[in-house]
C-alpha cells in the first residue's frame, strides 16, 4: 500500500472546489431573524429580549413552563420506554435535533406550543456563556409528532400486524411477508418505524396505567411488543454482500445484550441450544475437573465469519453464564483468533474441542486459503438464527430497506426465508421496502416467488382473479385479502391538501393562506414528502419565507406572489436543491460530506478525521465535531441506529439528563456514528467532485487512505470493517489504470472477491475477478513474481463462473490456465473443473481419463474384464501380504503434490463412472489409484470417495464380501478426517452409511447417523441426498423394527413437508407410502380399513392414483416401492393372494438397490413371500421357486459374511424352507436376541399354523421334532391312546399350539400393529382372553437359576424347590 500512497502523491495535483453563494443567501435580515429566534429558543437575557415589555416576557415565560411542561412528560415517556431513537432516515419527515424549538406547530388547526421548562431558563439566565448564534440560523422546523396523508396505510398496517398476532394465539401458520413499494422519499421506513412506536406504546398502556398514551387506541388484548431489526442496502454495486442483513443481525444482537436480565439470557441459550447454534455442555470426564462449557456450533461460527460477528460477543456472554449444576461464573472465551479469522472451536482443551457439535459442516479450504462458506449453510443458518430472536413474546419485524439495491446473495437468504414452510420461522415477519420505481429482475422474481409460494390460490380464487384483471388490469391478488400471507402496500406522493397542510403546520398558517407556496412546491415536487421539505428550505434560503422578528412568526415575500413566480425560485431538481443547500457550508463541511458520501457508510468524527487526511486536511478533533454538528443541524446526516430496536434499550435517558437540558445528550449523539439523512443527499455530495481528473484525484486518495496502515492505526479494526477494502478496491477498479499502480490493485481485487465467495457471494465475486484480471496482461504469466497472483485470480475467477452456470466464460478462462500454467498441479483446479463442467457422466468420464494420460494413468475408456483382473492382481502384489487398510496409517498429502492432483481427478471419474454404469472403468482406475497410494505411502481427502464408488459396483455384482472389506477401509480413512465436512467428503459420508455400512452394522445403530447426514445435506444444499438419507433412516427404523409409537409418524410427516418444499414428489410419494403402511399396521383406529390391510390406499396414500399419474422411471420406482411395502404387509397379514400378486411385479427387478436398508426389506419379505407360497401349495414351487432360491441365496451370502440384519432373517427363511421345531426355535432365538419384534411375531405366528397343521394331519411331521428340541414353550405330558396323533408324534402332542400365537399377538402389540392384533383376535377367537404376563425379575430369576443348579434353598432367600408344578420347571429352564 506504501506504493499506492507515493504514485498518488506523484500523480496527484492540487484541486480546489469552488463555492458560490447567492446573494440571497445570508442578508442581513436573516442573520437578525435567526438571532432572535435562537434567543427565544435558549431563554437567554440578551439586549433583544430586555427591549420586549416585562409583561410580554412574564407571559411568555409563563406559556413556555406550561407547554415545556407537557412535553417533558412526553419525552420522558418516549424515552423511558424506548419507543424509538433519535429520528432516523425521513422518520416523521424530520432530520435534525432541536432540543430547544419553540416553534408554533398547528396540527390539524390546533396549536401546539414547543419551549423549555421554566428551571433551564432560571439555569441559563445565570449563565454566562451565550449560545453559537448560527445553532438555528434561517432553518425552517419540520413537525415530528404524525405522519401526513398516511392514515389508510397505517391502518392497514396495524391490522396486518393484528392478524399477524391472532394467528399465533389460534396456532396457525404465522409467517408473513410485507413488501411496501413507493418512490424515494415516499416514507416508506418512517411508516414501519411509526407503526412499530405505536405498538409498543399500545401494549405500555396496557401494562401500565399511570403513564398518558394518546397514540393509539388500546385493545382489550394488544398483540404483544415486537422485536424490530432494520437494515438498509446502499446503491453504490460492488459492495460487501448481505450488507443491510447485517446491520439489522448486529444491532438486534447488540441490543440483546445491553437489555436482556440474567434469566432471559438464559432462556435465549436455551433457545440456541435447540437450534443447533450452541452446543450442550457434557459433563466432565474422569480427566477433567469442571464441566465442559457449552461450544458454538458450525451454524453459529458461519453466522459470525458472514453475517453477524456481534454474534461473537453474545455467544461469549451466554458461554460465561453460571450453569444450572454450577452457579459460578465462567470465564468468557474469544471465537476470533487474532488474525481475524474464524476459529474451528473455543480456546478449550483437546477433549472439550471434541465435544463440540459438529451436526452442521464447518467451512472448507478453498485454494487460496481462505475459508468458504456454502451458500446454502449460510440460508441455514440465517433461518437458524431469526428463529432463536423470535418468540411468541416477542414477535420478529425484520424491517429491510432499499431491497432493490440488495445483491444476488442477500436475495437468496431472504428467498430462504420466504421458502421456510416448517414452523421454525412462524413469529417472524419480514417486511421489505423498495422504490417502485427502481425495480430491477432479480427483486421482481423475488416479489414473485413469495406471492406464490405464501398466497397459492385455489381454483375458485384464480377465476376471480382472472376476471378482476379483465375488469380492473389489477395484478396483486391477495394483497386486499386480511388473511394473505404476502401483501404488497403501494405508498404514493402526497395530495396537494396533504402538501398544504404540512406547509401550513411548518410556518403556522392556515392552508389556505400558505395556497401560493403549496400549488408552487407540489408542482416542483408533485407531493413527495423528501422533495417538499427541501423545496420549503430553498425557499428559506433565498428569503422567500423568513421568520417576521418584529411580529414573531413565519411570512413569505409579499403575500400577493402568485404560484408561478414561487415557482422561480424553486430549482427543477432535488438534487440540484440538496447541491444548492451544500454550496452555503464551509469547504471543510463540503469535503467531509463529499468523503463520507464515497465511503457509502455510516461514519464518525474519528473515521472522518483520518478520511480528511487524504485531502491534505488535518483538523482537530474539536473542529470535526463542529463540522458533524453543523451537518446535523442542516438536516444533512443523522444519528446511525439502522439495526437497532425501538425498545427500552434505545436512546434511554435518565432524569438527571432530563432536568438538566440536552447538552449531555447532544455530545452523546455527537460522538456516535453518523449517516446521510437521504440517498438523495449523498449523491448530491457525490456530485459535488467535478467529474474527470478531478474526482479521479479525489477516489485515488480517499481509496489510498482506505487500505493504508495508518489508516488502521488510527482506527480500530473489527471483523466488520470488511466494507473499507469493498470501497477502495471499487474506487481504484474506476480509476483509469495509467494513474494507479494496476498489480496492487488487482491484489486488493482478489483479496475482496475471496471475501465475497467466502459469503457465497459469487455474482460480485466475478465482478471482482474480472476487474483484477483486466489489470493485468499476458505478460504477468512469465513474471515469477507475479505468476502465483495471476494463476489463483484466473482459478477463483473460472470457479465462480462455473458456480453460476456461465459455462461458455469458463472454458475460455479454463484454456487460459491450461495454456499458462507451468506445472501439472498448478493446472489441477482448471482440470478438475473441466471434467465437472461436462454436461454428461459419460462426457465426464472420458474428459477425465484424457486429463489422466497427461499423469501417466493411462485407463481405457472401455477395460475388458481381463485387464481388470490384471490390475487386481497387481495391487494385490504391491499389498506384500498386508491389508488394505494399512492406507489408513499413511500421512496426509500435500495439496502441491502431484498425487493429490491425481486422486481429485480418479475421483471425479469413479463417481461419473458409477452414474454411467461403466463399472470396469470405475474397478481399473480404483486399483490403480490404490497401488499409487501404496508406493507413494500417502493419502489425500479423496481417496475415501474412490473407495466409497467402488462398493457400489462391487454390491450390484453381488460380491459382498469385497464390498463389506471396501466399506471397512473407507471407514477408517473418513476417521483420519474427523472435522472436515465439505461436500465431495460429505458425499463419501453418504455413500459409506447408505450403502456399505449397513452390510455389516444394524440398522438400528445407523439411523442417527442416516438423520445427521440428512440435515447436513440439506445445510450444503445437496437436495436430492438429503431426502434419500430421510428415506433410508425411515426404511432402516421400518427394518430395525423400533415401536410403531409416537415417533414415526411425525418423522414422516415432516421429512414429507420438506420434499414438498423442495419440489422433490417422488420423495413426497415415498413418505407418504410408508405412512400409509403405518397406518395399515396400526388399524381401524388410525385411518385404515380392516378389509385392504394390505392396499396402500387410504387417509395418506392413493396407489391407484399415483400409479396413474407416474410416467418412465418414476413410474417403475413408485410401483417398485408399493410393490415392497405390500409385500411386507402380506407377510405381515397371511394375504397370500397379494403376496402372489406382488410377487409377479417385483420378480423382474434385479437384486442390486442403491440404500441397503430398502434392497434388505425388499429382497427378504419377497424371499419370506415365495417360501410361504410354495410351503402351503407345493404346486406352485415351479413358478416361484426361482424367485426364492434368488433372494433365499442373497440372504444367506450377507448372513455368511456375518451381516446382523441378513442373519435373523436367514433363520425365518429357513424354517419357513425346512418347518420344524429346532428350526423353528432357531428363528425364534435369532429374532428374539436381535430385538426385531415384528420379526419373532411373524415366526411364532408361523410356527403356531405351522403346530396346528401338524396336530391336524394336514403337513407331516420331520424326525428332528424330538421331545428335547422342545425348550421355547411348556410341555404338557398326557396319556394317550394308541390310534391317537399323541401316540404317532409324542414330541409335537407335548407342545401347545395356542402359545406361539400368544407370543406373536403380545410382540405385534408391543411393536405397535394394533391392526394385526385385530386380525389375530378375528382369527383365533382364544386370544381375545389372553393377557400377557409380567417379565420376572432379577431375583425370581436368581432364584430359578441356583433351583436348577441344586444349590440349597436356604441359600437363597425364598426360593423355590423342585418339586415345584411344570409350569415352573419350564420357566426354571
Request: aromatic letters at 8%.
Amino acid at each position: 500500500m506504501i506504493d499506492l500512497m507515493e504514485e498518488a502523491a506523484s500523480n496527484t495535483t492540487t484541486t480546489t472546489t469552488t463555492k458560490t453563494v447567492t446573494p440571497e443567501t445570508h442578508s442581513t435580515t436573516t442573520t437578525s431573524s435567526t438571532t432572535t429566534v435562537i434567543t427565544m429558543s435558549g431563554n437567554n437575557h440578551n439586549h433583544q429580549q430586555q427591549q420586549q415589555p416585562q409583561q410580554q416576557q412574564q407571559q411568555d415565560f409563563k406559556q413556555a413552563e406550561e407547554e415545556t411542561t407537557e412535553r417533558y412528560d412526553e419525552d420522558h415517556f418516549q424515552t423511558e420506554f424506548g419507543t424509538l431513537a433519535d429520528q432516523k432516515d425521513e422518520t416523521h419527515y424530520d432530520s435534525r435535533f432541536s432540543s430547544r424549538n419553540n416553534i408554533h406547530i398547528h396540527n390539524n388547526n390546533k396549536k401546539k406550543n414547543v419551549t423549555t421548562a421554566e428551571q433551564d431558563y432560571e439555569d441559563d439566565e445565570d449563565d454566562d456563556e451565550e449560545e453559537d448564534p448560527h445553532t438555528h440560523e434561517g432553518r425552517i422546523e419540520f413537525p415530528q409528532d404524525r405522519l401526513y396523508g398516511r392514515d389508510t396505510e397505517l391502518e392497514t398496517l396495524r391490522t396486518v400486524y393484528q392478524g399477524f398476532f391472532a394467528n399465533h394465539s389460534n396456532n396457525n401458520n404465522s409467517r408473513r411477508v410485507l413488501f411496501l413499494a413507493g418512490p424515494s422519499g415516499s416514507g416508506k421506513s418512517a411508516l414501519m418505524e411509526f407503526l412499530v412506536r405505536q405498538q409498543l406504546e399500545t401494549n405500555r398502556h396496557h401494562n401500565s396505567n399511570h403513564h398518558h398514551i394518546a397514540k393509539t387506541t388500546p385493545t382489550a388484548v394488544p398483540p404483544p411488543p415486537p422485536t424490530y431489526a432494520s437494515g438498509k442496502f446502499q446503491q453504490l454495486k460492488g459492495g460487501n454482500p448481505f450488507t443491510a442483513l447485517t446491520q439489522a443481525l448486529n444491532g438486534l444482537v447488540k441490543q440483546l445484550l445491553q437489555t436482556y436480565s440474567t434469566s432471559q439470557l438464559h432462556r435465549l441459550r436455551q433457545r440456541m441450544e435447540s437450534a443447533d447454534l450452541l452446543s450442550k455442555p457434557r459433563r466432565p470426564s474422569s480427566s477433567q475437573q469442571q464441566q465442559q462449557q457449552h461450544q458454538p456450533t458450525d451454524a453459529a461460527k458461519t453466522i459470525i465469519a458472514t453475517l453477524a460477528p456481534a454474534l461473537e460477543e453474545l455467544i461469549s456472554t451466554l458461554i460465561g453464564l453460571p450453569t444450572t449444576d454450577s452457579m459460578k461464573q465462567q470465564q468468557r472465551v474469544s471465537i476470533r483468533q487474532s488474525d481475524g479469522t474464524t476459529a474451528d472451536t473455543l480456546e478449550q482443551d483437546d477433549n472439550a474441542s471434541k465435544a463440540s457439535s459438529s451436526s452442521l459442516p464447518s467451512q472448507s479450504k478453498s485454494g487460496g486459503g481462505s475459508s468458504t462458506f456454502d451458500l446454502n449453510l449460510i440460508k441455514y443458518s440465517f433461518c437458524r438464527l431469526l428463529s432463536v430472536l423470535a418468540t411468541p413474546d416477542q414477535p420478529l419485524i425484520f424491517f429491510i430497506d432499499d431491497v432493490q439495491w440488495a445483491d444476488a446473495a442477500s436475495l437468496e437468504l431472504l428467498t430462504a426465508v420466504v421458502q421456510e414452510k416448517t414452523h421454525l420461522l412462524d413469529y417472524v415477519w419480514l417486511v421489505c421496502a423498495y422504490r417502485s420505481n427502481e425495480v430491477t429482475e432479480e427483486l421482481q422474481a423475488f416479489c414473485t416467488k413469495a406471492q406464490t409460494l405464501l398466497n397459492p390460490p385455489s381454483q375458485d380464487d384464480q377465476d376471480v382473479g382472472e376476471s378482476k384483471k379483465e375488469d380492473t388490469g389489477d395484478n396483486n391478488d391477495g394483497d386486499d385479502d386480511e388473511n394473505a400471507l404476502c401483501r404488497t402496500i403501494e405508498l404514493n406522493n402526497l395530495s396537494p391538501n396533504n402538501v398544504g397542510e404540512f406547509i401550513a403546520d411548518c410556518i403556522q398558517m392556515n392552508a389556505d393562506q400558505v395556497q401560493p407556496i403549496t400549488q408552487a412546491v407540489y408542482t416542483k415536487t408533485l407531493g413527495n414528502i423528501f422533495f417538499v421539505k427541501q423545496a420549503l428550505e430553498e425557499l428559506v434560503r433565498k428569503n422567500v419565507i423568513y421568520y417576521d422578528v418584529i411580529c414573531y412568526q413565519w411570512q413569505f415575500s409579499d403575500s400577493g406572489i402568485s404560484s408561478v413566480e414561487l415557482e422561480n425560485h424553486l430549482s427543477d431538481d432535488v438534487i440540484q436543491m440538496v447541491q444548492g443547500k451544500l454550496q452555503t457550508l464551509e469547504d471543510n463541511l463540503q469535503t467531509a460530506l463529499a468523503l463520507a458520501a464515497y465511503c457509502d457508510h455510516s461514519f464518525d468524527a474519528t473515521l472522518l478525521g483520518i478520511l480528511l487526511t487524504s485531502q491534505d486536511l488535518k483538523l482537530n478533533q474539536t473542529k470535526i465535531l463542529e463540522l458533524l454538528r453543523q451537518a446535523f443541524e442542516e438536516g444533512l446526516v443523522l444519528p446511525d441506529t439502522t439495526g437497532l430496536a425501538p425498545t427500552t434499550a434505545i436512546l434511554r435517558r435518565s432524569s438527571h439528563d432530563d432536568q438538566n437540558g440536552s447538552d449531555h445528550q447532544t455530545n452523546k449523539i455527537m460522538a456516535g456514528k453518523f449517516k446521510f439523512a437521504h440517498d438523495r443527499i449523498r449523491e448530491a455530495a457525490c456530485q459535488s467532485v467535478p467529474e474527470g481528473d478531478v474526482r479521479n484525484h479525489f477516489l485515488l486518495r480517499l481509496a489510498v487512505v482506505l487500505v493504508s496502515k495508518e489508516f488502521h492505526n488510527g482506527h480500530e479494526e473489527s471483523a466488520e470493517d470488511d466494507w473499507m477494502l469493498f470501497c477502495a478496491t471499487r474506487h481504484f477498479n474506476s480509476i483509469p489504470r495509467e494513474m494507479t499502480n494496476n498489480l496492487r490493485v488487482a491484489e486488493l481485487n482478489l483479496q475482496v472477491g475471496k471475501i465475497a465467495v467466502a459469503k457465497g457471494s459469487f455474482a460480485d465475486a466475478v465482478g471482482f475477478f474480472e476487474s483484477g484480471v483486466n489489470r493485468l496482461d499476458d505478460s504477468y504469466w512469465r513474471d515469477e513474481k507475479v505468476y502465483p497472483l495471476v494463476l489463483e485470480m484466473h482459478n477463483y475467477f473460472l470457479e465462480s463462473e462455473d458456480t453460476l452456470g456461465h459455462s461458455e466464460r469458463r472454458d475460455e478462462l479454463i484454456q487460459v490456465v491450461l495454456t499458462n500454467a507451468k506445472t501439472s498441479e498448478d493446472k489441477l483446479r482448471a482440470q478438475f473443473a473441466y471434467v465437472e463442467g461436462k454436461p454428461e457422466d459419460n462426457e465426464s468420464v472420458n474428459a477425465g481419463l484424457e486429463v489422466l494420460k497427461q499423469y501417466g494413468i493411462d485407463i481405457p475408456e472401455e477395460p475388458t474384464d481381463k485387464q481388470v483382473r490384471r490390475e487386481q492382481f497387481n495391487l494385490r502384489l504391491a499389498l506384500k501380504g498386508r491389508k488394505l487398510w494399512c492406507l489408513a496409517k499413511f500421512p496426509v498429502a500435500d495439496d502441491r503434490e502431484q498425487f493429490y492432483a491425481i486422486v481429485k481427478i480418479a475421483q471425479s471419474v469413479t463417481r461419473h463412472g458409477g452414474y454411467a454404469k461403466r463399472s470396469n472403468v470405475v474397478f481399473m482406475l480404483g486399483y490403480r489409484i490404490f497401488r499409487l497410494a501404496l508406493e507413494k505411502k500417502k493419502i489425500t481427502l479423496d481417496l475415501p470417495a474412490i473407495i466409497m464408488y467402488l462398493g457400489g459396483p462391487l454390491r450390484a455384482k453381488e460380491d459382498y464380501k469385497t464390498a463389506m472389506l471396501y466399506a471397512n477401509v473407507g471407514k477408517r480413512l473418513i476417521d483420519r478426517f474427523p472435522e472436515e465436512n465439505g461436500k465431495e467428503f460429505i458425499k463419501s459420508k453418504v455413500a459409506l452409511s447408505a450403502q456399505l455400512l449397513p452390510l455389516w452394522t444394524p440398522f438400528r445403530d445407523i439411523i442417527e447417523t442416516h438423520l445427521e447426514l440428512n440435515k447436513l445435506t440439506r445445510a450444503l444444499g445437496i437436495v436430492d441426498i438429503s431426502m434419500a438419507m430421510a428415506m433410508v433412516s425411515m426404511y432402516s427404523f421400518l427394518a430395525s423394527s423400533f415401536p410403531l409409537g409416537m415417533l414415526f409418524e411425525p418423522k414422516l410427516m415432516l421429512f414429507e413437508e420438506s420434499a414438498k418444499d423442495v419440489g422433490k414428489m417422488m420423495f413426497v410419494n415415498i413418505f407418504r407410502m410408508l405412512r400409509q403402511c403405518l397406518y395399515n399396521l396400526q388399524g381401524e383406529k388410525n385411518k385404515a380399513s380392516p378389509e385392504k390391510r394390505t392396499d396402500l390406499t387410504g387417509a395418506a396414500f392413493n396407489e391407484e392414483m399415483v400409479l396413474s399419474n407416474s410416467k418412465g422411471p418414476m413410474k417403475m420406482m413408485n410401483g417398485r416401492d408399493i410393490a415392497s411395502l405390500r409385500i411386507f404387509l402380506a407377510v405381515i397379514y397371511n394375504d397370500e393372494e397379494c403376496m402372489e400378486a406382488m410377487l409377479e411385479r417385483l420378480a423382474p427387478l434385479p437384486n442390486h438397490d442403491i440404500p441397503v436398508a430398502r434392497q434388505h426389506m425388499r429382497l427378504s419379505f419377497v424371499a419370506m413371500a415365495s417360501q410361504i407360497l410354495i410351503q402351503n401349495h407345493p404346486e406352485k414351487r415351479e413358478k416361484w421357486g426361482e424367485v426364492a432360491d434368488k433372494s433365499f441365496a442373497f440372504v444367506e451370502q450377507l448372513a455368511g459374511f456375518g451381516s446382523p440384519n441378513a442373519a435373523p432373517v436367514y433363520r425365518c427363511l429357513v424354517a419357513l424352507k425346512k418347518p420344524s421345531v429346532s428350526t423353528f426355535e432357531d428363528a425364534m432365538l435369532a429374532t428374539g436376541n436381535s430385538g426385531l419384534m415384528h420379526l419373532h411375531a411373524i415366526i411364532n405366528e408361523r410356527y403356531g399354523i405351522w403346530l396346528l397343521a401338524v396336530k391336524e394331519g394336514r403337513i407331516a411331521a420331520t424326525a428332528d421334532d424330538q421331545p428335547d428340541k422342545c425348550t421355547m414353550f411348556p410341555v404338557f405330558k398326557r396319556k394317550a391312546s394308541k390310534n391317537s396323533f399323541q401316540a404317532q408324534h409324542p414330541a409335537l402332542d407335548q407342545i401347545d399350539p395356542k402359545e406361539p400365537l400368544k407370543l406373536s399377538m403380545w410382540c405385534f402389540q408391543d411393536w405397535g400393529a394394533t391392526g394385526k392384533v385385530e386380525r389375530m383376535q378375528m382369527d383365533y377367537p382364544f386370544l381375545k382372553g389372553t393377557w400377557q404376563e409380567k417379565p420376572p425379575s432379577a431375583m425370581t430369576n436368581l432364584r430359578r437359576v441356583t433351583a436348577k443348579l441344586g444349590v440349597p434353598s436356604r441359600s437363597v432367600p425364598g426360593s423355590v424347590s423342585t418339586s415345584d408344578n411344570d409350569r415352573n420347571s419350564f420357566m426354571n429352564n
